[in-house]
C-alpha cells in the first residue's frame, strides 16, 4: 500500500494539472499557498458567477469548495487517480462582498485508502467573516482501477 503521508505535487504543479486536466475553468482558480494538510485557493469572481442581486451563486461556491478539496487531495495522492466527490455537505452564511474574489481554507482531516475527507471556509477576499462552509468526502478508486487507467490515457499521464 502506497503512503499518502507527504506532498507528490506543489502549488505549480496543481496549477498545471489544473490548466492542462480542466481547461474549461483554468482561469477561475488558482491554488495560492499549500502544505501538507492545508490550501488556499482562489476563485477569481466574473459576472459568469453572479445571481440577481449581485451575489455570488451557490454553484459557484460548491466549485470552489470542490475543486479546492480535490486539488488537495490529490497533491497527496498524484494526478492519476480518479477521485470524485461522494458527498457534501454546504452552509452558506453570508453574501459574499461583490466584486471580491472568493478565497477557499480547505483542511484535509483524513487521508485513507479509499476515502479523503475535508472542510473548506470560504472569504470574500480580505474580509474577516466566511461567507460558507463546506464538509467534502472523496471517493478514491484503488491505483490501477479501471478508472484510474481510463483517467491516465485520456489524459496522457504516466
Known amino acids: ?3 499518502h503521508s507527504k506532498l507528490v505535487m506543489d502549488v505549480s504543479q496543481l496549477n498545471e494539472f489544473l490548466v492542462d ?4 475553468v483554468k482561469d477561475e482558480f488558482k491554488v495560492e499557498s499549500l502544505t501538507l494538510n492545508e490550501m488556499r485557493t482562489r476563485m477569481f469572481v466574473g459576472e459568469q458567477h453572479l445571481r440577481p442581486g449581485d451575489t455570488v451563486s451557490g454553484p459557484a461556491m460548491f466549485g470552489l469548495a470542490d475543486v479546492s478539496i ?3 487531495t490529490i497533491a497527496r495522492i498524484g494526478p492519476k ?3 470524485v466527490t461522494t458527498n457534501i455537505s454546504m452552509d452558506f452564511m453570508r453574501k459574499p462582498q461583490y466584486g471580491r474574489d472568493l478565497i477557499a481554507k480547505s483542511r484535509l482531516l483524513k487521508l485513507g485508502r479509499s476515502l479523503s475527507i475535508g472542510d473548506v471556509l470560504i472569504f470574500s ?3 474577516a467573516e466566511p461567507v460558507a462552509r463546506a464538509s467534502m468526502t472523496y471517493s478514491i478508486p484503488p491505483f490501477g482501477s479501471k ?4 483517467f491516465i490515457r485520456q489524459n496522457n499521464l504516466k
Do not use: T, V
Request: glycine share 0%.
Open 1 to 3: 500500500m502506497k503512503s
Open 147 to 150: 478508472s484510474d487507467i481510463n
Open 125 to 127: 477576499d480580505e474580509i
Open 21 to 24: 486536466i480542466f481547461p474549461q
Open 70 to 72: 480535490y486539488l488537495l
Open 81 to 83: 487517480a480518479l477521485a
